[in-house]
């Protein structure tokens, strides 16, 4: 049974092309993702703060539905000019129905909740570097479910990134900083890595082995998330995630909705339930701005999955890491979005080298071991248990073009 069952001739052109070429356009993407990346998570610690602790739940859920809503009018206007795009959204829903997109939009939903929730009292420097450690975990589950095999390098590589984050938030962590009065919403940041990154393995594989559409996934997924984001939203009455009151749930949307749109007379609370402030009526321009860029760099990201993999699509996020990191320290930036200047920290910029560093080792080596490792057979048990490593869906990808 082939890996890739029914390949269209968009999947087999992008196959069939030359290695120049190839190289050029997931440079291209790698690039794009790196400047709509930067941008994102600027805007998006400004979100978190503009909304605060409070309103967490509805700044996720707002986020997510403007993300659903961009994604939609691509859809809609693309299949309305394009009679072969329909056939390919067709063909991507015959393959992968909506149904079996449950899971990665599940592990979205819960990926999303943890980061609204620790974000606002997270700071933005560390909000970059914790996100890194995707990639370890990224690699360990492509290993686990997909038998993907990695280099002695390449797991040096990915484990620095950990030791990176690690080096700029344990001392003052240990020193029990003012930056980290609230520890445990760092942690909860960190952990919304692990559903990320199991998501974006199911969603590597899902590329692989049906050829689907960019766009078919990311709506299915969204969409579907949407609904099933509630699930999470009993957590927030645990102390950990808050304290949230479930019984004003509706009062915290409301004041949710009037925040986003520009309402000033409504307080803005930190994780003490303190006053820190009031919304501002910026704040509709600067979430519109996060969930646009957001958007814009989830494309570059599914691009570079279908015409990559997930594990380059986590490393091509390393270009963003020194300059959005270096950015929250400079006062002309963060005049600019109004966020306060983060203390200069050698602590954090050691972690950001050792972070560079291990995704520098990743990648030198990672071109190197896709080439060995493309020329070895697929075996037919991996094929029969969908466990099957990125070389082999490239393998199988090419035979069936040849085919055709």
């Known amino acids: 049974m082939p890996l890739v069952e029914g390949m269209t001739a968009e999947g087999c052109a992008a196959a069939r092309a030359p290695p120049a070429?190839?190289?050029?356009?997931?440079?291209?993407?790698?690039?794009?993702?790196?400047?709509?990346?930067?941008?994102?998570?600027?805007?998006?610690?400004?979100?978190?703060?503009?909304?605060?602790?409070?309103?967490?739940?509805?700044?996720?859920?707002?986020?997510?539905?403007?993300?659903?809503?961009?994604?939609?009018?691509?859809?809609?206007?693309?299949?309305?000019?394009?009679?072969?795009?329909?056939?390919?959204?067709?063909?991507?829903?015959?393959?992968?129905?909506?149904?079996?997109?449950?899971?990665?939009?599940?592990?979205?939903?819960?990926?999303?909740?943890?980061?609204?929730?620790?974000?606002?009292?997270?700071?933005?420097?560390?909000?970059?570097?914790?996100?890194?450690?995707?990639?370890?975990?990224?690699?360990?589950?492509?290993?686990l479910l997909l038998a993907a095999r990695f280099t002695r390098w390449q797991v040096i590589g990915a484990t620095l990134t950990i030791l990176g984050a690690c080096t700029a938030v344990l001392p003052k962590v240990v020193a029990n900083a003012p930056a980290v009065r609230h520890a445990g919403y760092v942690l909860i940041f960190l952990s919304a890595d692990i559903p990320h990154s199991l998501s974006l393995v199911y969603k590597d594989f899902a590329f692989k082995r049906g050829d689907l559409d960019v766009f078919y996934l990311t709506a299915c997924v969204s969409w579907v998330q949407f609904p099933l984001s509630w699930i999470f939203l009993p957590l927030l009455s645990l102390k950990a995630?808050?304290?949230?009151?479930?019984?004003?749930?509706?009062?915290?949307?409301?004041?949710?909705?009037?925040?986003?749109?520009g309402d000033t007379s409504i307080p803005v609370y930190d994780a003490e339930g303190s006053i820190t402030g009031y919304c501002s009526s910026f704040t509709t321009a600067i979430t519109c701005a996060t969930c646009l860029a957001g958007f814009i760099a989830a494309i570059f990201h599914l691009n570079i999955m279908k015409f990559g993999s997930a594990t380059l699509y986590v490393l091509s996020v390393a270009l963003s890491v020194p300059i959005t990191n270096f950015c929250f320290e400079v006062p002309f930036v963060t005049q600019m979005l109004n966020l306060g200047v983060e203390q200069f920290s050698w602590w954090n910029t050691a972690g950001v080298v050792i972070v560079v560093i291990g995704f520098l080792l990743y990648m030198l080596i990672e071109s190197q071991s896709h080439e060995i490792d493309a020329s070895k057979p697929i075996a037919e048990d991996d094929v029969a248990s969908g466990k099957t490593s990125e070389w082999a869906s490239t393998a199988s990808t090419s035979s069936v073009c040849d085919d055709m």
């Open 21 to 143: 070429r190839r190289g050029l356009l997931l440079a291209v993407l790698v690039l794009g993702s790196a400047v709509f990346q930067i941008i994102t998570e600027l805007c998006q610690k400004k979100m978190y703060n503009a909304f605060g602790q409070r309103y967490v739940f509805f700044t996720g859920q707002l986020e997510l539905l403007s993300y659903d809503l961009c994604v939609t009018a691509v859809v809609v206007g693309r299949a309305v000019l394009s009679a072969s795009f329909r056939a390919s959204l067709r063909e991507s829903a015959r393959r992968f129905p909506p149904s079996r997109l449950v899971i990665p939009a599940l592990l979205d939903g819960l990926a999303s909740f943890l980061q609204s929730v620790g974000g606002p009292s997270t700071p933005g420097t560390w909000t970059v570097l914790l996100g890194q450690s995707a990639v370890f975990f990224t690699m360990a589950f492509s290993a």
């Open 241 to 261: 995630f808050g304290g949230f009151d479930l019984t004003s749930l509706p009062e915290g949307i409301s004041d949710g909705a009037a925040c986003f749109l």
